[in-house]
C-alpha cells in the first residue's frame, strides 16, 4: 500500500506532482512519502499492540534525517548496527533508551560511545564480544544491557545474500553457545544479560520460519530463566517483505498473530526491527532518459542518470523494481504496472544507468511505454536499502532526498556537489 498513484497518466506522490518535485530537486532524486512510510509504521504498532512492544525502525534501510525525526514523534524506537547510525538516530533526536544496537563487529570506540550514550540494549553476535563489553563498560564504570542474538538456524526462504539465520551464516550465537555463554555470563558484572534478540532474514514472505526460529529463542529464554538471568527483553527482528512485482507480501497482522501466543508466553516487553516494511513502498527513484540506443544485436538500451551507484539492488540481488514513465501517454490511472497492460504497443529495452560497468542496470528487457531523451522514468519501491547503499562510484554525486507530506514537499538532503566528493581530500 502506497500514495504513489497516477491521475490521468500524470504521476503524484500524495497530492504533488512527481514532475515537479523532479524539476525543483534535479535528477535523479529519491521521493518518499511521508504518509506512506507513518502507516506502514503505525500498521505494525498496531499489529503487536495486544503486548508491552516498542518497533524499532532499523535505520540501515533508509536513515534520512528528516524519516528518523518523523518516525521518533510516533514513539518508534531504533534499531542500529554502527556508530555512525547511532550518530544519526541522535541527531535527529532519537532517545538513547529506545536504540538497540546490533551487528558482528562492533570496535571499541562504537561499544564506548553506546555505552555512554545509555542505549537500551546491545544485541551481542559473539562470545568475543560480549566479553569485551564487560571490559569496556567495567573500564567507563557502566553498566551495558546485552541481548544475545541468537542464530535459530531458520530458512526464511528469501535470497541467499539476505539469509541472516542459518547456521552457516556469521550472524548470531547458535543456541546451545548461547546457553553456554549465558552461564559464563552469571559472574559477568557490568554487561548485564537482559534478553534475546533474533533476525532470520530479510524480504520474507511466509509466516512458518518467523513462528518456528521465535519458538527455538522463547525455548531458549525460559532456560536462562531458570539459570537465574531477569530476561526482559525480547527482539525478534524485522524482514517483514513487501511488494516488489508479485503482491505475494504477507499482511503484517498475520505475522502478529500467528506469532502472538509465543510473544504473550514470554512475559517479556516485545522489540521489533523492521526497516524494508516502513519504507520500502514508501520511496520512490526518479531518473531522466539521457539517451537510447541499440546495440549490435538489435538489444535496445535506455542510459539513464542513476544507475548502480544510486540504487545498486538490481545489480546485488538480481532484485525486480517496477519501471514507468513518470507521465503515460496512455493516461493510466492508478498503481504502476508491473506487467504492462494489454495491447499496449511497448518497448523492450535494458533499462542501464552511467557506470562503467556491464552490470549497471536496473531492467533488462523490460516491456514499456517507448521513451525518448529528457523523459523521466520512476523505480518504485526503492525506499528501502536504495539511497542508503548509494555510493559516489565512478565520482558521481549522491541524488538528493524529498520528503512528501500531503500537498507539500521538502528537500531533506540536498544532491551532492563535486565539492562534496573531494572534500575529505588533502
Ligand atoms: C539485525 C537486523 N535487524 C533488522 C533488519 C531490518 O530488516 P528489514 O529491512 O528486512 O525489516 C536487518 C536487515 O538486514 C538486520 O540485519
Not at 550472524?171 to 552461564?183: M, N, P, S, T, W
Not at 494489454?342 to 542496470?361: K, Q
Request: net charge positive; glycine share 8%; proline share 4%.
Amino acid at each position: 500500500m502506497d500514495y504513489f498513484n497516477y491521475k490521468n497518466g500524470v504521476l503524484y506522490c500524495e497530492g504533488v506532482k512527481v514532475e515537479e518535485i523532479a524539476r525543483k530537486a534535479s535528477t535523479p532524486v529519491y521521493i518518499y512519502s511521508a504518509r506512506t512510510f507513518t502507516r506502514h509504521f503505525l500498521q505494525i504498532k498496531e499489529s503487536f499492540g495486544s503486548v508491552p512492544s516498542t518497533v524499532c525502525y532499523s535505520l540501515k534501510a533508509n536513515s534520512n534525517h528528516d524519516i528518523i525525526k518523523r518516525l521518533n514523534k510516533f514513539g518508534a524506537g531504533f534499531d542500529i548496527v554502527s556508530g555512525g547510525e547511532l550518530f544519526r538516530a541522535l541527531k535527529a533526536g532519537a532517545p538513547a533508551n529506545r536504540i538497540v544496537y546490533a551487528g558482528v563487529g562492533k570496535t571499541d570506540d562504537e561499544i564506548e560511545y553506546a555505552i555512554k550514550n545509555k542505549i537500551l540494549c546491545f544485541n551481542s553476535e559473539s562470545e568475543e564480544e560480549v566479553e569485551n563489553i564487560e571490559r569496556i563498560a567495567r573500564k567507563l564504570k557502566k553498566t551495558a544491557q546485552i541481548c544475545l542474538r541468537v542464530n535459530p538456524d531458520v530458512d526464511p526462504h528469501t535470497h541467499v545474500y539476505i539469509t541472516t539465520g542459518k547456521k552457516e551464516n556469521k550472524f548470531g550465537i547458535d543456541l546451545i553457545r548461547a546457553e553456554q555463554l549465558a552461564i559464563r555470563m552469571k559472574s559477568y558484572r557490568f554487561a548485564r544479560l537482559k534478553g534475546l534478540h533474533m533476525h532470520i532474514g530479510s524480504q520474507i514472505l511466509e509466516v512458518a520460519p518467523y513462528v518456528e526460529a521465535l519458538g527455538k529463542v522463547v525455548g531458549l529464554l525460559d532456560k536462562l530463566r531458570a539459570m537465574g538471568h531477569q530476561m526482559e527483553l525480547l527482539n525478534i527482528g524485522g524482514g517483514f517483505g513487501i511488494f516488489y512485482k508479485e503482491k505475494t507480501a504477507r499482511p503484517v497482522e498475520e505475522f502478529a498473530t500467528a506469532l502472538m501466543p509465543m510473544l504473550k508466553k514470554s512475559n517479556c516487553h516485545i522489540l521489533l526491527e523492521p526497516g524494508r516494511f516502513i519504507i520500502g513502498n514508501a520511496g520512490i527513484l526518479v531518473t531522466k532518459v539521457l539517451y537510447t540506443k541499440q546495440s549490435g544485436d538489435g538489444r535496445v538500451f535506455v542510459i539513464c542518470d542513476a544507475g548502480m551507484n544510486t540504487l545498486i539492488r538490481p545489480t546485488l540481488y538480481g532484485a525486480f523494481h517496477r519501471i514507468w514513465p513518470a507521465r503515460d501517454a496512455a493516461k493510466i490511472n492508478g498503481e504502476a504496472p508491473a506487467e504492462p497492460p494489454e495491447g499496449r504497443a511497448l518497448l523492450t529495452a535494458d533499462i542501464v544507468g552511467p557506470i562503467c560497468e556491464s552490470g549497471d542496470f536496473f531492467a533488462k528487457e523490460r516491456k514499456m511505454p517507448a521513451v525518448k531523451r529528457g523523459d523521466l522514468l520512476v523505480v518504485f519501491s526503492a525506499g528501502a536499502y536504495g539511497y542508503s547503499m548509494s555510493s559516489n562510484y565512478n565520482s558521481q554525486p549522491r541524488p538528493a532526498e524529498t520528503v512528501v507530506d500531503n500537498k507539500k514537499f521538502r528537500i531533506t538532503a540536498r544532491r551532492e556537489k563535486y565539492n562534496d566528493i573531494t572534500k575529505l581530500s588533502s
